[in-house]
């Protein structure tokens, strides 16, 4: 909330700092290009890009947003060509759906002297986008992996699941794993749950017919942690075991700040994300802050004492 | 029981080499998966793990039994797994509102399995009258109620995931993971619909009439069979068994999102063909989806509880098991 009302002030400030001849004569359009909301996160994500741009709206009569949603990449790809056939934007605030089909026609928004600005998941080539603003996955898996080496200082046995198999994927248990060298901590077994919870469920059941013994697990999600503790409710071994989810869903996030002994604690992987960016790339168009670069929003480890700041009871994730 | 059957088959063999395969194909299969995992795992045939293959095959099973009708009448159903969600979100969203007036015991729960018919119902008589009163192909029409009913649940999700209320959901819990004789519900309703299936198919005149149309539309026309009325039928009893599995499904998490079901359609028509059916209609066998439902499962089980390959490889294995049964039932027909 405080960054929104400091976003607010500077609005106000902006507005009457700036000689009214420049601001509002020129209406900028910016195009936002983002993913459906298919899963949770997703869901966060297009709340947060939606909550951002009625707020920038209204703060800045100056701008205007094309707010575009996609469930595959080619419908992604069509969407940036018509915000630049139709809608002549002046910058593209980018959430590619996958890096390689999206690298070229976000190139060539590029090429045409428009500002652009990617989130979270890089392009295939270096170089295209001014501003970069992503969370961190190696650091998401290195602070999991830390808490597990300070958690079972000993060694214990574990068991892994994955999400979709991807470049993130891989950056978080790459890690995930680094992290746990030399620890003691053996990791049983890895699967791929899918950051779904059905999937979870299901290789979860498995996991706990296989190991008789499983100190710990990492969801490495949170729609997976839901999956996974009811696969161990049902098995009755939730005395055993402690889940470490991850991104921050609300529901968990109440359970961090509740104490619960199941879910001691969860790591930010934040839907917001795509807010910061939307917020930076206005900032170029309504003021002389400097934008371009590179912003990478680290990953925290959420504790009962900090948790309350990350809970976010209206948003749907 | 398994000694039993083969020597059953092979005395078969003797008098029709032809059917053989086409018949035991799906079975042996079944038992060879079984032999492997038992072989690899010690945990394989313990109660718990038989317990849970046979409660998480429930769902598509139930659907698929379903499908085996639509598919033997030559028709298709690509917006079941939609449609399972689609369900499961609005049946969470009919409890959640009948709490203040129902509290949170068994009426609620009552209303909200009645409400998950009724919408199957509904679902099924949507894509069945377009397809047979608009006269638009099934694989067209459920194509597009598949984009409907995910964007539904979607929509009515905000883009996130619907809960069953706390309480509501303590009292429906057991309906997933309880049972009687220490048999989970799951599996007694599924083995029950699949029994009712394999009546109707083989004993009533909708399931003849399901695959005399499945042959020849014409000469089922011709022969006073209604095609329109049983086609339709086929399509409303497959949004009805939706429903019964999205009531098995929502005790186990107690949530609906846009991530539910996705694939389901694909898993049940796969494990209606590798049960013998025919994907251009005209024969049906409800107990082969039994088994093709199992073996798909089994083969996720195994692989699960074994090292074997990488996991990003479940797939491909998935996807050769499927073409493999599909080729020893077709090889078998061609010579017949």
Redesign the interface.
């Known amino acids: 909330m405080g960054v929104t009302n400091a976003f607010k002030a500077l609005a106000v400030v902006t507005a009457l700092a700036l000689p009214a001849s420049a601001a509002a004569q020129e209406t900028s359009v910016i195009g936002v290009s983002i993913p459906?909301?298919?899963?949770?996160w997703?869901?966060?994500m297009?709340?947060h890009a939606q909550e951002a741009v009625n707020r920038l709206e209204e703060a800045y009569p100056q701008l205007d947003f094309v707010l575009a949603t996609a469930s595959d990449p080619g419908k992604q790809v069509s969407d940036i060509e018509d915000m630049m056939a139709t809608r002549d934007i002046d910058a593209l605030v980018v959430l590619p759906f996958e890096s390689d089909p999206l690298t070229g026609p976000v190139k060539r928004v590029a090429e045409a002297g428009k500002w652009v600005t990617v989130v979270d998941r890089g392009l295939s080539e270096d170089g295209i986008e001014d501003l970069y603003v992503a969370g961190d996955n190696p650091g998401f898996g290195r602070v999991a992996g830390e808490y597990f080496r300070q958690q079972l200082p000993d060694g214990g046995k574990i068991v892994v699941l994955?999400g979709i198999?991807t470049t993130i994927d891989n950056e978080r248990v790459e890690a995930f794993q680094a992290a746990l060298e030399g620890s003691g901590i053996e990791i049983l077994?890895?699967?791929?749950g899918n950051w779904?919870?059905?999937d979870a469920?299901?290789?979860m059941?498995?996991?706990?017919?296989?190991y008789p013994e499983i100190d710990a697990v990492w969801a490495s999600d949170d729609?997976m942690a839901?999956?996974v503790l009811?696969a161990i409710n049902?098995?009755d071994r939730a005395e055993e075991m402690w889940v470490l989810g991850g991104a921050g869903m609300k529901?968990m996030i109440k359970r961090v700040m509740d104490g619960d002994r199941m879910i001691p604690v969860n790591v930010t992987y934040p839907p917001a994300m795509i807010a910061s960016a939307i917020e930076m790339t206005a900032l170029k168009f309504v003021s002389n802050a400097p934008v371009s670069g590179r912003f990478i929003i680290g990953s925290v480890l959420i504790t009962p004492e900090n948790a309350e700041s990350y809970y976010f009871p209206d948003?749907?994730? | 029981m398994a000694n039993a059957t083969t020597a059953g088959k092979a005395a078969v063999k003797n008098g029709r080499p032809a059917i053989d395969l086409h018949v035991i194909g799906p079975i042996v299969a079944l038992i060879v998966l079984i032999i492997i995992g038992a072989l690899m795992n010690p945990n394989f045939l313990s109660y718990g793990n038989v317990t849970n293959v046979l409660a998480r095959s429930a769902f598509i099973g139930i659907i698929a039994v379903g499908m085996t009708f639509v598919i033997t009448a030559g028709g298709l159903d690509l917006s079941v797994g939609s449609m399972a969600a689609f369900i499961a979100g609005l049946m969470i969203i009919v409890m959640n509102a009948l709490v203040p007036t129902l509290g949170t015991g068994w009426p609620t729960i009552l209303a909200g399995m009645a409400a998950a018919l009724a919408i199957g119902f509904a679902a099924g008589l949507f894509n069945g009258l377009l397809i047979t009163q608009a006269r638009i192909e099934a694989f067209i029409v459920t194509l597009g109620s598949m984009g409907i009913f995910r964007s539904l649940v979607t929509w009515l999700a905000d883009g996130g995931t619907l809960s069953l209320n706390f309480s509501v959901r303590e009292v429906y819990r057991p309906v997933y993971y309880d049972g009687i004789f220490g048999i989970a519900w799951p599996i007694i309703v599924f083995l029950a619909i699949a029994a009712l299936g394999e009546i109707v198919m083989r004993h009533t005149a909708f399931g003849r009439h399901c695959a005399a149309i499945g042959s020849n539309e014409q000469v089922a026309r011709y022969s006073a069979v209604h095609v329109d009325r049983a086609r339709l039928a086929g399509y409303v009893l497959l949004g009805v068994l939706v429903g019964v599995a999205t009531i098995m499904y929502v005790p186990r998490l107690g949530s609906a999102s846009s991530s539910t079901g996705v694939l389901w359609e694909l898993e049940a028509i796969a494990a209606v063909i590798i049960g013998g059916t025919v994907l251009k209609g005209g024969f049906g066998r409800v107990w082969g989806t039994v088994i093709g439902v199992l073996i798909l499962n089994l083969i996720e089980n195994i692989l699960n509880l074994t090292d074997l390959v990488s996991p990003y490889l479940n797939g491909a294995i998935q996807g050769v098991i499927i073409i493999l049964a599909v080729v020893l039932q077709r090889q078998k027909k061609a010579t017949r």
């Open positions: 459906a909301a298919t899963h949770g997703a869901g966060g297009n709340y994955r198999p077994g890895m699967e791929h779904n919870r059905d469920f299901t290789v059941q498995d996991f706990l017919s296989k729609d839901v999956g009811e049902q098995a529901e948003s749907p994730f």
